[in-house]
């Protein structure tokens, strides 16, 4: 594994010039390389970890984006990471400092083996929790799919039950 890190790569690296380029997260190599190896092929791969690194992605990614103009901008990470969730924001708003629109796709890995295309627009309302509670005050069900998915909601209500005691 020989993918440079976002933030130490140089942003007019002539490899990124009109390429698709891949923000992944950087334990995707470790959690399922085969799928790593099948998103990354053909594009200029950059690993970023925001629990590792500064926040500078969004200052980062925008400098890549004006000094590359790459074709594409995809980005990879895996789902319930709280960290990984910055980068999505990221590339949102490199392409709101940038003012114009970018062609970029956003995908999470769910239990580390099914990729999952996201729409923009859900990283978005991610941001905003007074319209993800209003989401699930009308939506409760929602709350069985986080079960699945969530220890750490498993753990709270779990905690919660036996306070109830």
Same mark, same amino acid.
């Given at each position: 594994?020989?993918?440079?890190?976002?933030?130490?790569?140089?942003?007019?690296?002539?490899?990124?010039?009109?390429?698709?380029?891949?923000?992944?997260?950087?334990?995707?190599?470790?959690?399922?390389?085969?799928?790593?190896?099948?998103?990354?092929?053909?594009?200029?791969?950059?690993?970023?970890?925001?629990?590792?690194?500064?926040?500078?992605?969004?200052?980062?990614?925008?400098?890549?984006?004006?000094?590359?103009?790459?074709?594409? /901008? $995809? #980005?990879?990470?895996?789902?319930?990471?709280?960290?990984?969730? &910055? *980068?999505?924001?990221?590339?949102?708003?490199?392409?709101?400092?940038?003012?114009?629109?970018?062609?970029?796709?956003?995908?999470?890995?769910?239990?580390?083996?099914?990729?999952?295309?996201?729409?923009?627009?859900?990283?978005?309302?991610?941001?905003? /929790? $007074? #319209?993800?509670?209003?989401?699930?005050?009308?939506?409760?069900? &929602? *709350?069985?799919?986080?079960?699945?998915?969530?220890?750490?909601?498993?753990?709270?209500?779990?905690?919660?039950?036996?306070?109830?005691?």
């Amino acid at each position: 594994m020989n993918q440079p890190y976002m933030l130490s790569t140089w942003v007019k690296a002539p490899r990124l010039r009109g390429s698709i380029i891949a923000i992944v997260a950087a334990c995707l190599p470790y959690v399922n390389q085969e799928l790593f190896k099948e998103v990354t092929k053909g594009k200029e791969v950059l690993l970023a970890c925001p629990e590792r690194e500064p926040q500078l992605h969004y200052g980062k990614l925008a400098s890549i984006i004006r000094s590359s103009r790459p074709k594409e /901008l $995809h #980005i990879y990470t895996i789902e319930g990471s709280p960290h990984c969730f &910055a *980068l999505h924001a990221s590339a949102n708003e490199a392409e709101y400092i940038l003012g114009e629109k970018l062609v970029k796709r956003h995908f999470v890995i769910v239990d580390a083996e099914k990729l999952i295309e996201i729409d923009p627009d859900a990283v978005r309302i991610a941001r905003y /929790l $007074h #319209i993800v509670d209003e989401l699930i005050k009308k939506y409760p069900e &929602a *709350l069985e799919k986080l079960q699945k998915y969530s220890l750490e909601y498993r753990f709270s209500k779990l905690s919660q039950r036996v306070k109830d005691l």
